[in-house]
């Protein structure tokens, strides 16, 4: 069993920056990959970013590619989704999700973990 707990959402205007946390709990989470994922009002969830702990991650998202960041602190079992150059766009509930093995763009359904989700709202 996995336990996630997302953090960090909140308003910020275009332009702006966030950071969103993570924190993992479980006996093997080492052996899950992260993802985060999104969902804005009326749309289906859309794959954000995703990892394994030893950094081996990928941006799924073209319209986020040059301004988010995936990490990881082992350490902490916590996975980072850092967020530069905000847009309206990005308005949405993030979510954090975990699968056994490697990091993948999927869909949801290729997730069994999922943490609560934290909104975030970008304002013009």
């Known amino acids: 069993q996995v336990q996630l707990v997302e953090s960090g959402g909140g308003l910020v205007q275009a332009g702006g920056s966030l950071r969103l946390s993570c924190t993992a709990s479980g006996r093997t989470i080492s052996s899950y990959a992260m993802g985060w994922f999104r969902q804005a009002p009326g749309k289906e969830h859309e794959a954000v970013a995703s990892t394994t702990w030893s950094g081996l991650s990928t941006l799924c998202a073209n319209s986020v590619k040059g301004r988010f960041t995936i990490s990881t602190d082992s350490a902490k079992n916590t996975v980072y989704l850092q967020m530069n150059s905000l847009k309206p766009d990005d308005t949405a509930v993030y979510y954090c999700?975990?699968?056994?093995?490697?990091?993948?763009?999927?869909?949801?359904?290729?997730?069994?973990?999922w943490g609560q989700g934290t909104q975030v709202t970008v304002s013009s």
């Open positions: 999700a975990a699968r056994w093995g490697s990091a993948v763009c999927g869909n949801q359904h290729v997730y069994d973990y």
